[in-house]
Antibody, heavy 126, light 110 residues
Framework: QVQLQESGPGLAKPAETLSLTCTVSGYSINRGYYWGWIRQPPGKGLEWIASIFHSGSTYYNPSLKSRVTISVNTSKNQFSLKLSSVTAADTAVYYC???????????????????WGQGTLVTVSS | QSVLTQPPSASGTPGQRVTISCSGS????????VNWYQQLPGTAPKLLIY???QRPSGVPDRFSGSKSGTSASLAISGLQSEDEADYYCAAWDDSLKGWLFGGGTKLTVL
């Protein structure tokens, strides 16, 4: 069973760079799947941030793209998120995920289950 | 503002059947599968429905998903007090090349 665990500082100062790491167990990142980050500000909804394939192929949320870097370290079976120039609006619980892969038979497509970490709260404050 | 539109709230009494809608467009729900998540207070979202209709192991068959055109629905039958939670829909968007989430629906069991 794949398990994901987020780690990183729980506090970041305004204008600094927030850095988080997701450690994956029970599955080798090298075997495939897209790996991603999602966040949830306190009392608000979910927002997708970015996704990365083990080969390094990436997708970014356009609204955050200029500030976000996602990377993968297959030797440590980890992937990471960096968010620069943070403000109070970036205060959120950050979740790492293994996204469900899409597969199609003819015109019929399906997607398998995704998996989430338990999340880590990052507060941006001076 | 979320691109997938959900009602902010829904309610029902124990034993009732409730549905939660999720409206999108041709680039997401219209052409992709839909996931539904249940989030209890203070916990991570839990996958409830994936690939529009499928339930992960351990999810009761009281929960079911459906889709028609650019809208999807989550149905909960035999409503129980422990179903009181926030529910989110999600779908990949082919134009955005990214994941979209609904704004969430707070379900209250009266």
């Amino acid at each position: 069973q794949v398990q994901l665990q987020e780690s990183g500082p729980g506090l970041a100062k305004p204008a600094e760079t927030l850095s988080l790491t997701c450690t994956v167990s029970g599955y080798s990142i090298n075997r495939g799947y897209y790996w991603g980050w999602i966040r949830q500000p306190p009392g608000k909804g979910l927002e997708w941030i970015a996704s990365i394939f083990h080969s390094g192929s990436t997708y970014y949320n356009p609204s955050l793209k200029s500030r976000v870097t996602i990377s993968v370290n297959t030797s440590k079976n980890q992937f990471s998120l960096k968010l620069s120039s943070v403000t109070a609006a970036d205060t959120a619980v950050y979740y790492c995920t293994r996204e469900g892969v899409k597969y199609c038979t003819g015109s019929i497509c399906s997607r398998d289950e995704d998996y989430w970490g338990q999340g880590t709260l990052v507060t941006v404050s001076s | 503002q979320s691109v997938l539109t959900q009602p902010p709230s829904a309610s029902g009494t124990p034993g009732q059947r409730v549905t939660i809608s999720c409206s999108g467009s041709s680039s997401n729900i219209g052409s992709e599968t839909v996931n539904w998540y249940q989030q209890l207070p203070g916990t991570a979202p839990k996958l409830l429905i994936y690939s529009t209709y499928q339930r992960p192991s351990g999810v009761p068959d009281r929960f079911s998903g459906s889709k028609s055109g650019t809208s999807a629905s989550l149905a909960i039958s035999g409503l129980q007090s422990e179903d009181e939670a926030d529910y989110y829909c999600a779908a990949w968007d082919d134009s955005l090349k990214g994941w979209l989430f609904g704004g969430g629906t707070k379900l209250t069991v009266l």
